[in-house]
């Protein structure tokens, strides 16, 4: 079959497409470090490695990476605490640990090694993020006592100052070095803030009490966080050609928080529910949507915040397990072979990615390459084909899949 008689066949059955656009994940159970303990989930990268903190008894926790179902105690600087917060593609890892005097620092933690990166002259420090290049981000504590957002690179920690006031915190960047975080005005209100070349820029609120968070930066810019509005609630934004806008929450829910943006524009972060309890959210297309609601509700976890989102879609955060416990997890889109831009559907939007790629060596999945050879070939046309019209079960038909099954066999928070 050539090129051209492909396009008549999909033309053909472009009649009986069933067009969908949601889409389900599957859940992964991250761990803990000492069975039975909790853990939170707050970074990852696009390897599926996770980042977070662990308890090893009933009072401290330390840093902890999962790769490959293996979750490893990373340590601290010689004291009991520590938290990792991100990671980036080359498997560095940022955050905070206590040292044998007990303050605590932010560290590098790369080769095998935790590395203590200091402070501005005071005595606390806190990495928050870091990009593909190990810049990190965080905050510290100055000569004065004051604690101000840094930006650590090539060994070296800079102050970013504030927006005017006594204090500020940095607590995300994007390869292009644009830094977001919260900073205190000269009035006294907290602002999130959007560094760039060098200049911290005011990006304002939402009115009301005049307070704002910036936690998330995308390739593009966009920045979330959390703005408080005039009923004097906290509410998700997203900011982006320069206006702030109010994401709003979960139906009847009082607030919400985005704390991650992908380059798609997709936004997770957690709201409170009518009932008052917290939970994780993905923002996309206008639309924000209780991730509980995306999952086999059979699989007996309530996902209460969601901290990362990977431009593949995987989603980090921490929740509820079916026994009860608080665990980080790690969330993976349902993805039907053919599905290149990864909507939960097959239809002529991946055609047209295959199409764009077609002949690319060292080709990934979204670049058309489904059969895994690395080339984009007619190969992974058929395998197209033979998907086009499906799409990603919706979390209600999994779990009357699993009732048969039963029936057969007797079935920046967290």
Known sequence: MNRTTLVIVLLCAAGRVAWASGYSYTVTDVGSLVVGRQSGGYGFNSAGEVVGKGFVNSVQYHAFLYCGGTIQDLGTLGG????????????QVVGQADTISGASHAFLY???????????GGSGSSANAMNGAGQVVGQADTI??????FLYSDNHMQDMGTLGGSSSSAWGINDAGQVVGGSYTASGNCHAFLYDGGQMQDINNLGG??????????????????????IKYAHAFLYSGGRMQDLGTLPGGPSSQANGINSAGQIVGSAHTVSDAS??????????TDLNTLIDPLSGWTL????????????????????????AYLLTRVVLPGDANRDGSINFKDYIVLEAN?????????QGDFNGDGVVSFKDYIVLEGSFGKSVPEPATFSLLSLGCLALVRGRHG
């Open 80 to 91: 009991n605490y520590s938290t990792a917060n991100a990671i980036n593609g080359a498997g």
């Open 110 to 120: 790369s080769d095998n090694q935790m590395q203590d990166i200091g402070t501005l």
């Open 358 to 366: 077609f002949g690319s060596t060292n080709a990934t999945w979204i």
């Open 144 to 149: 004065s006592g004051a604690s101000h957002a």
């Open 304 to 327: 209460q915040y969601a901290n990362g989102i990977s431009d593949f879609g995987q989603i980090v955060g921490s929740g509820i397990n079916a026994a009860g416990q608080q665990h």
């Open 209 to 230: 009490m005049s307070a704002s968070l910036a936690y998330g930066i995308n390739a593009a810019g966009q920045v979330v966080g959390e703005a408080w509005t005039a």
């Open 279 to 288: 939970h994780a959210f993905v923002y996309d297309g206008g639309t924000m």
